[in-house]
């Protein structure tokens, strides 16, 4: 199993970031797949997971501004997010549940993104 985040990098306030998981290795539209960050200094943060059959959640915190998609045929994952802030610098990861009940068996190595003027 092969999870690779790319897309990083730096952005100004206010603008918008996509980023990419690229999988391989298992049968990708079985899982829930999910993104998860981790700010400086802080714990993991759980952003969204979707389900192979398109059903999304997502934070509170995000709600609105980032939006989770997937490619079954590509076998990649998304993250859409818009109206950054400095606080949504982080090193963003993607993740696959084992189980659907938000445990993860195999991360990436993560993407850092870093929202500053």
């Known amino acids: 199993v092969q999870l690779a985040e790319s897309g990083g990098g730096l952005v100004q306030p206010g603008g918008s970031l996509s980023l990419s998981c690229a999988a391989s290795?298992?049968?990708?539209?079985?899982?829930?797949m999910a993104w998860v960050r981790q700010a400086p200094g802080k714990g993991l943060e759980w952003l969204s997971d979707?389900?192979?059959?398109?059903?999304?959640n997502t934070a509170d915190s995000v709600k609105g501004r980032f939006t989770i998609s997937r490619d079954n045929a590509k076998n990649t994952l998304y993250l859409q997010r818009n109206s950054l802030k400095p606080e949504d610098t982080a090193l963003y990861y993607c993740?696959?549940?084992?189980?659907?009940?938000?445990?993860?068996?195999?991360w990436g190595q993560g993407t850092q993104v870093t929202v500053s003027s």
């Open positions: 993740a696959r549940d084992m189980t659907g009940w938000r445990i993860y068996d195999y």
């Open positions: 979707m389900a192979n059959g398109g059903k999304t």
């Open positions: 290795g298992f049968t990708f539209n079985s899982h829930y």
